[in-house]
Each structure stands twice: as C-alpha cells, then as structure tokens.
C-alpha cells in the first residue's frame, strides 16, 4: 500500500462479495464460516477498512433478482460502513506524478492516501450534491435544512437504499462501443508482430498520452527544465523506473497490456470496470481479493511487489491473514 490510512485496507471485487453474501446468508462449511465472522469481526472493531468503489455500484444495481440484490446490498453497507474509494484514476495519476518531482526536489510529498480513500455517497460517485430549490420556488432552502439534508444524504442508510436500486436500462449506452473499440486497439497494436517492440508501442504511447502531460504541467508550474525528471534520451530502464514511482499508471498500462496478450479471450463489459479500480485499489490496499486471472496477472507482474500490496483470489484465502 503506497499511502493512506492507519487501518488495514481490504479491496473485496463483486465476485467476492458475492461470495461472501452467499457464505453469510446461506449454510457455509466450517472454514467458509470462520472466514465470514472473522471479517465481520475485523470491520465491527474497525481494525479494517472494506471500501466499496462505483464498480460495485454499477455491479450490484445490476443485479436482477431484487431479493439477492438486496440482501447484497445489505451486507456491502454492514462491512463497508459506507467507506469508498474516490473514482478518479487519472487524479491519482496527476498526484503521484507531482509526488514524484517533489521528492526528486527533496520536498515533503503528498499523502494522496487522504483523499483517495473516505466515507459518503459523493466520494464515491466522485461528485458532491447540491440542494437547489425548485424552479419557480417562492422561499430557499434554510442553510440549517441544506446542511442536515446532505448530511442524511451522506449516510449509510441513503447508501443502503442507493445500493438496492436496479439499474435504469439506460445506464446500459456506450458500454458495447467500448468494448468494442478496447477490442479494435488490441488488434492494432497486434500487428506489432515482436512481443518487446510491442509492449515498448504500448507503453510509449500510453506514457505520452496520460503521464507526461500531468509531468510537464507539474515541471511548468515549479519552474523546473523538462529533463528535471526523465533526461532527454532515456534509456527503457530510465522509463520504467520512472513508471515504478507512478503506481496507478504502471498498473492501469499493466492490466491493460496483460488482459490484451490473452488472445483466446474476448474483452468483456466488466473488464472496464476491473481494470479501473484494481488500478485504484492495488497501489491504496494492503489486501486485493479479485478473480483468479487478475490476481495471477498482478503478481506475475510484481505489481503486488512494487506496491506492497498482497493479492488475493478467494475469501478464505483472505480470512486466514486477518
């Protein structure tokens, strides 16, 4: 975990979740059930943090059966305790690329800790409400009112009834054009025939693309040559040790990259999603529990390594290092 709060961090992926919902509300084996209690245990003495993400939003309004949605919903609110992470990959880009001039400056750097990971609806839509009265309204809303409305707004509870709504059908736009222009990226960067100049594309493209814009902003802004950080003809160590020290951007190119070279694998909708927030989650967790194949990617990587972070493929697996 790069940064962040005093408590242990447990990322839980909707599979898990799932799973755990299915382990508390159904007939567990004996480990199944030691493995629910002693989350329900950790959480309870707030010894450690189980935050939720937009992912799991999305995922749980999505859900058909109103009944398991709901129990899900539930039990998500009772682990979580409405703590999430913020849903901005690239404001952590943006941060870390900062932190890393101010420590080649010798500078205090920032702890994006603080405000990637908090509690309340806003945080994690990523977007705070405002109460604004009706058009045509005779009388504003009291600022005591406004105050104690957001305040519910923010809680629990209002999370809890957020969580069990089903998704409107047209939530569902773009998300097929998407995949289908992830899919159509793949194949063009397949043309690269050798596997090194490949990954060497991908990473140059989106290094220029995403990280050295936030880096030259934070260069302008301090007044520093635009070699300050990278020297003019960097070798492939230079960049890769550079991109060791923007974590959210080393595993956003690395999941992409490594889901990308599984051929016999079609993109799907929910790769989206994943990719999004391992991102988020990897670099700020101490614990990632995810599907099988982004835990084995993650760790063949070393990306658990270069963020300290231990990855995960089941809720057992998880209960026992509690």
Sequence with gaps: MVSGSKNKVVYLDQKCWIELARKYYGKPSEQESKSVRKILEVSRENRVIF????????????????????????????????????????????????????????????????????????HLIGARAKLEPKQGAKKEIPE??????????????????????????????????????????????????????????????????????????????????YDFVIKKKPSRRDIETFLDSIPSALCLFTLIYQRDQQLQRTIETNDINDVWFLTLAIPYSDFVVTERMWAAIARQTHLDRNCNTTILSSVEELGNLL
């Design 51 to 122: 935050p939720l993400s937009i992912s799991h939003l999305d995922e749980t309004m999505r859900i058909s059966n109103g009944e398991r949605r709901n129990r899900l919903a539930s039990l998500m609110v009772k682990i979580s305790k409405g703590y999430a992470f913020q849903p901005y990959v690239d404001r952590n880009i943006r941060d870390e690329v900062r932190n890393a001039v101010l420590k080649k400056l010798g500078l205090p750097t920032l702890n994006i800790g603080d405000h990637v990971l908090k509690q309340g609806i806003s």
């Design 144 to 225: 005591e009112l406004k105050t104690k409305l957001l305040n519910l707004l923010e809680s629990t509870e209002t999370l809890e009834i957020l969580l069990k709504q089903k998704m409107p059908r047209s939530m569902d736009r773009g998300r097929g054009e998407t995949v289908m222009k992830m899919e159509e990226n793949r194949k063009g960067l397949l043309n690269v025939k050798d596997n090194d100049l490949r990954k060497r594309v991908f990473l140059t493209r989106n290094i220029t693309e995403i990280v050295l814009p936030e880096l030259a902003r934070t260069l302008y802004e301090c007044k520093l040559p």
